[in-house]
């Protein structure tokens, strides 16, 4: 089973930034595709991010501002958050797809961390 970790949420002036960090432990043959999704209060959860084959695709309201990485040596998925708004606040989740040993195929989601912009 594929487990991941997310960390670096917290409270944020408008702005400013934050760096998400989302670890994955478990047996891991490949990632096909990595993304960070969001969920604000009354919302919809929607994608912000995603990293598919060195391809990077992001939510027009993120433009510019975030940005998507991969350690592949420490499996561990990164978002980093420039010039936050306070539309920014939600909940944020990484979701990862891929195959585990066997070529089992698996897609896994992490617990979710917060992220709040306010003055």
């Known amino acids: 089973q594929v487990q991941l970790v997310e960390s670096g949420g917290g409270l944020v002036q408008p702005g400013g930034s934050l760096r998400l960090s989302c670890a994955a432990s478990?047996?891991?043959?490949?990632?096909?595709?990595m993304a960070w999704y969001r969920q604000a209060p009354g919302k919809q959860r929607e994608l912000v991010a995603s990293m598919r084959s060195g391809t990077r695709n992001y939510a027009d309201s993120v433009k510019g501002r975030f940005t998507i990485s991969r350690d592949n040596a420490k499996n561990t998925l990164y978002l980093q958050m420039d010039s936050l708004k306070p539309e920014d606040t939600a909940v944020y989740y990484c979701?990862?797809?891929?195959?585990?040993?066997?070529?089992?195929?698996?897609?896994?989601w992490g617990q979710g961390t917060q992220v709040t912009v306010s003055s």
């Open positions: 478990g047996s891991i043959f490949s990632i096909h595709s």
């Open positions: 979701k990862l797809d891929g195959l585990r040993p066997g070529f089992l195929a698996f897609s896994s």
